[in-house]
Every structure is written in structure tokens, then in C-alpha cells.
């Protein structure tokens, strides 16, 4: 479901459906044209009036919600899917990060060769109760802003969520490699720190 990631892993990180293709071109001299899976993923960072964001707990860890761009719809008609399926009503959803992943695996996965994109998107609840996940395996939680990003495991991610929870009204960006070997996450490095594409008021 979440396909950046193998099997399990790929399922939980990045809570996404199978996602779109676009068609490459070889390099000159190569063999014919490639697909490449130049994917984003957007997340929902929610905030409550208790000081709180949603979270989701899966086999992985703890992530904020997210879905993977597969559908013919707009960000808007997609975020606001997002926020239908898990039960609330939001004010606006308004950009808060762009990143980019790039991947290092071995054996090499064809599909991993385009960049792949992470959008952060935060917006403030406004009412509903959180419905919660039937797969057993997963859970919503409201956690304390200031507890999230140690819940977080993922590097990345962890660096992602944080710079927006501590300056949400800056738009962020930066940029990350992550490694697999026979399948399993070896490592995420940062290939470029948090940087501000907007500045904050």
C-alpha cells in the first residue's frame, strides 16, 4: 500500500495506496525506456485546540496521516478525503514542507530511480472524533506537540514534522537519502538540512 518502502515497512511508513507511474525515457546508448514511480506523498499535520497533532501508530511507529497522490483529484479534494476518512472537520489545509527522497538500494528497484516527493499540508480541527482504523494494527492518537517528534522514528520524518510543529508558519524544504540493503532500511541521511522556501510572518 505504501510503496516506497518493501512489503511491511512500505505499508506503514507511508500509509499511501498504489500510486501513479510516468513513463521515461532511457539514457542514450541504454536499453528501452523505463518506468519510473515519481510519487508524492502528502501528510496531514492536525492540530487541535488542546495544543495536540494526530498521529497514527502502526506496526513501524508513529507518523502523522498521510495518503499517496494515485487518484485523478485535486490536493484540495484529496486532503479533504483525508481528513472525511478519519472522522473530523478542518479549517484549510495550508502547505508546510516540501521534501524530497532519494533512494540507494541494493539490489536496485527500477522504480526508485525518479525522485519522490513528500508534502506536508497543516490545518487546525475544528470538531469530530477521531475514527479509528479497523485493522487492528493501527491506531489515531492526539499526542502533546511537544512529545511528537520523539515518537517519531523515522529520521526523515521526524526532522520534517519537527521543524513544522516548532515554526508552522514557515514553508519548509530539504531534501533526504535513504538506503536499503536485501530490502531492509540500512540508513536515512540528510543530503539537504531544513531550509526555509517561504519564511514565516
Do not use: C
Not at 514534522?161 to 541521511?189: A, D, M, Y
Amino acid at each position: 500500500m505504501r510503496p516506497w518502502l518493501p512489503a511491511m515497512i512500505a505499508a506503514a511508513l507511508l500509509a499511501s495506496a498504489p500510486g501513479s507511474m510516468v513513463q521515461a525515457q532511457a539514457a542514450a546508448g541504454s536499453t528501452p525506456a523505463q518506468t519510473l514511480d515519481n510519487y508524492t506523498i502528502q501528510r496531514l499535520v492536525l492540530i487541535n485546540d488542546q495544543g495536540q497533532v494526530l498521529l497514527e501508530k502502526n506496526a513501524v511507529g508513529w507518523m502523522t496521516p498521510a495518503l499517496r497522490s494515485t487518484k485523478r483529484q485535486s490536493i484540495r479534494e484529496a486532503l479533504q478525503g483525508l481528513i472525511g476518512d478519519l472522522g473530523v472537520t478542518a479549517g484549510p489545509p495550508r502547505l508546510a514542507g516540501v521534501f524530497t527522497y532519494k533512494f540507494d538500494e541494493t539490489p536496485p528497484d527500477p522504480a526508485h530511480a525518479a525522485i519522490s516527493f513528500r508534502t506536508h499540508y497543516l490545518a487546525r480541527w475544528t470538531g469530530g472524533e477521531v475514527i479509528q482504523p479497523k485493522d487492528p494494527a493501527r491506531t489515531f492518537q492526539w499526542v502533546a506537540i511537544s512529545r511528537a517528534p520523539a515518537l517519531i522514528g523515522m529520521a526523515s520524518l521526524r526532522t520534517e514534522t519537527l521543524q513544522i510543529l516548532e515554526h508552522p508558519e514557515t514553508l519548509w524544504g530539504g531534501s533526504f537519502l535513504i538506503t536499503f540493503k536485501g530490502g531492509k532500511l540500512v540508513k536515512t541521511e540528510v543530503l539537504e538540512e531544513p531550509y526555509a522556501l517561504r519564511p514565516g510572518d
